[in-house]
C-alpha cells in the first residue's frame, strides 16, 4: 500500500519549536518532490513549504520564511519540517503530499498530487 504518514504535532506554546516528519511506505521518495501544506479551520489549504526531488530548490510561504525549514533524508524515505518560533496564526492541520515533479514552487501551488498524507495537528496557544 503506497501511502504518506506525518507525525509530530502537538500542542506548542506561542515561540516554540516542532518538527513534523512526513514518511513514504511502498515507494520512495527520491523521484519525488514532497510539499508541506496547511489548513486552518474556515480557510483554504495553502502550500507552506516544498522540496524539489533533487533538493536543489526549495520554497517557503512568505509567512513562514526564516522560521521553517524543509529538509529530506532520502536514505530514511522521510522529508522533515522544522518550525520554530511558532506562532497561534500557525494553527493548522499539516499535510505532506507527494509528486513527480521539478520545481518546488511548482509544487506548492499545486492541489492535485498524487499522495497526500492523513494530516497532523499543530496547536500553537498559550
Known amino acids: 500500500q503506497l501511502q504518506l504518514v506525518e507525525s509530530g504535532g502537538g500542542l506548542v506554546q506561542p515561540g516554540g519549536s516542532l518538527r513534523l516528519s512526513c514518511a513514504a511506505s511502498g515507494f520512495t521518495l527520491d523521484t519525488y518532490a514532497i510539499g508541506w501544506f496547511r489548513q486552518a479551520p474556515g480557510k483554504e489549504r495553502e502550500g507552506v513549504s516544498c522540496?524539489?526531488?533533487?533538493?536543489?530548490?526549495?520554497y517557503y510561504a512568505d509567512s513562514v520564511k526564516g522560521r521553517f525549514t524543509i529538509s529530506r533524508d532520502n536514505a530514511k524515505n522521510t522529508v522533515y519540517l522544522q518550525m520554530n518560533s511558532l506562532k497561534p496564526e500557525d494553527t493548522a492541520v499539516y499535510y505532506c503530499?507527494?509528486?513527480?515533479?521539478?520545481?518546488?514552487?511548482?509544487?506548492?501551488?499545486?492541489?492535485?498530487?498524487?499522495?497526500w498524507g492523513q494530516g497532523t495537528q499543530v496547536t500553537v496557544s498559550s
Open positions: 522540496i524539489s526531488d533533487t533538493r536543489v530548490s526549495t
Open positions: 503530499a507527494a509528486e513527480r515533479i521539478n520545481t518546488a514552487h511548482t509544487m506548492c501551488l499545486m492541489t492535485d498530487q498524487r499522495y
